[in-house]
């Protein structure tokens, strides 16, 4: 999305950017290692040379997610680089540092000085965490991503009501992803017998959560349901998008999830956890359903009602797919978060 951002404004703006890539993984982020400090001292003095000493210049900046690591980084970064600047624009990509300041006082007060009192906070949804009043924001935004998807074809929808469902999950492979919500889920709709697959793409983030749940499958016989495809990109994941007839998303909890316009953007309903980034997305009953957090019973009922009704399969893709277009294709995240920084330049 900040490469979108980048594109996207390049030509309205003086705009120097500087790439931080703390990180070469998803499984690397928020972990120690000695070359992110040498890192992180190299992207502060990169940094100093491009702001100069004139505090002429906006400093836009996306913080990490709320673990130790990452915010102690971001209080180095930010308390060093902010004299240096004529305003501070922060989007919270990862939410929860105003509830993670609350709770440990001592480093929620180094947080404070350097979050605080921004020029403006980002957020991609109204569900997201309120980071920026959290830290006495000048003005809070509201930017969902967008972007064009590629690889979108046709909308895939059983054409009787016996053949298997077939279901898609992408993501990191963790907890509070709901991988686990997914097995249980699994589990209860084979005893109703519904036919259906479930076809999971994506890494694993630990060994032992991956060692529990090949464990699980194997305690209620679901290898002939449940396949794990691994990271698949391009054609290869749009070809997973355009195999599946519902997308699944038991999430704990997100900013967002971009997974949920890939599916849309292949008419594909959403079945997804009532909580935040979700929330923000999915209309439910109309592109799609939200059920309770962790709660497997509920979403079987809901991916059992659309096996038992394909067509209703078919009316909530389409309807996915116009809100998509409406509303998250990558012009509509341009202008927003244009919108963003043209109001911040006029207001000072």
Same mark, same amino acid.
């Given at each position: 999305?900040?490469?979108?951002?980048?594109?996207?404004?390049?030509?309205?703006? $003086?705009?120097?950017? %500087?790439?931080?890539?703390?990180?070469?993984?998803?499984?690397?982020?928020?972990?120690?290692?000695?070359?992110?400090?040498?890192? +992180?001292?190299?992207?502060? !003095?990169?940094?100093?040379?491009?702001?100069?000493?004139? #505090?002429?210049?906006?400093?836009?900046?996306?913080?990490?997610?709320?673990?130790?690591?990452?915010? %102690?980084?971001?209080?180095?970064?930010? +308390?060093?680089?902010?004299?240096?600047?004529?305003?501070? !624009?922060?989007?919270?990509?990862?939410?929860?540092?105003?509830?993670?300041?609350?709770?440990?006082?001592?480093?929620? @007060?180094?947080?404070?000085?350097?979050?605080?009192?921004?020029?403006?906070?980002?957020?991609?949804?109204?569900?997201?965490?309120?980071?920026?009043?959290? @830290?006495?924001a000048r003005e809070r935004f509201v930017?969902?991503?967008?972007?064009?998807?590629?690889? !979108?074809?046709?909308?895939?929808?059983?054409?009787?009501?016996?053949?298997?469902?077939? %279901?898609?999950?992408?993501g990191i492979h963790t907890t509070d992803?709901?991988?686990?919500?997914?097995?249980?889920?699994?589990?209860?709709?084979?005893?109703?017998?519904?036919?259906?697959?479930?076809?999971?793409?994506?890494?694993?983030?630990?060994?032992?959560? $991956?060692?529990?749940?090949?464990?699980?499958?194997?305690?209620?016989? +679901?290898?002939?349901?449940?396949?794990?495809?691994?990271?698949?990109?391009?054609?290869?994941?749009?070809?997973?998008?355009?195999?599946?007839?519902?997308?699944?998303?038991?999430?704990?909890?997100?900013?967002?999830?971009?997974?949920?316009?890939?599916?849309?953007?292949?008419?594909?309903?959403?079945?997804?956890?009532?909580?935040?980034?979700?929330?923000?997305?999915?209309?439910?009953?109309?592109?799609?359903?939200?059920?309770?957090?962790?709660?497997?019973?509920?979403?079987?009922?809901?991916?059992?009602?659309?096996?038992?009704?394909?067509?209703? %399969?078919? #009316? +909530?893709?389409?309807?996915?797919? $116009?809100?998509?277009?409406?509303?998250?294709? $990558?012009?509509?995240?341009?202008?927003?978060?244009?919108?963003?920084?043209?109001? !911040?330049?006029?207001?000072?």
């Open positions: 999305m900040i490469d979108l951002m980048v594109h996207g404004i390049e030509d309205k703006y $003086e705009l120097q950017f %500087i790439r931080m890539a703390f990180s070469d993984s998803v499984s690397e982020a928020g972990k120690f290692r000695l070359g992110k400090v040498w890192h +992180l001292l190299s992207l502060i !003095v990169k940094t100093w040379r491009a702001l100069g000493i004139r #505090r002429n210049k906006y400093l836009y900046y996306p913080p990490g997610s709320a673990n130790l690591l990452p915010i %102690i980084r971001d209080i180095i970064f930010l +308390l060093l680089v902010r004299p240096f600047c004529k305003g501070l !624009v922060l989007q919270f990509h990862s939410g929860g540092l105003g509830n993670y300041a609350d709770r440990h006082p001592v480093i929620g @007060f180094f947080m404070r000085l350097a979050y605080g009192r921004m020029n403006a906070g980002i957020v991609q949804g109204e569900s997201c965490p309120d980071d920026p009043s959290a @830290f006495k930017v969902p991503h967008g972007m064009d998807i590629r690889g !979108v074809g046709a909308v895939g929808v059983p054409e009787e009501k016996e053949r298997e469902l077939r %279901i898609l999950f992408v992803k709901g991988v686990f919500t997914l097995a249980e889920t699994a589990k209860i709709l084979k005893k109703r017998n519904v036919a259906f697959k479930i076809a999971m793409v994506g890494r694993w983030y630990t060994e032992s959560e $991956e060692l529990k749940f090949l464990q699980y499958v194997e305690q209620y016989d +679901l290898n002939n349901e449940i396949s794990m495809k691994g990271v698949l990109v391009n054609d290869e994941l749009w070809a997973m998008y355009e195999w599946a007839d519902i997308f699944f998303f038991p999430t704990f909890g997100e900013t967002f999830g971009l997974v949920q316009l890939e599916a849309m953007a292949h008419g594909l309903p959403v079945v997804a956890s009532e909580c935040s980034g979700p929330m923000d997305v999915i209309a439910d009953g109309e592109t799609g359903f939200l059920c309770g957090i962790d709660q497997p019973t509920e979403f079987a009922d809901k991916l059992a009602l659309l096996y038992q009704q394909p067509k209703l %399969i078919r #009316r +909530l893709g389409a309807k996915a797919k $116009e809100r998509y277009n409406e509303y998250y294709r $990558e012009k509509h995240f341009r202008d927003r978060i244009n919108a963003v920084f043209q109001h !911040v330049l006029a207001r000072d």
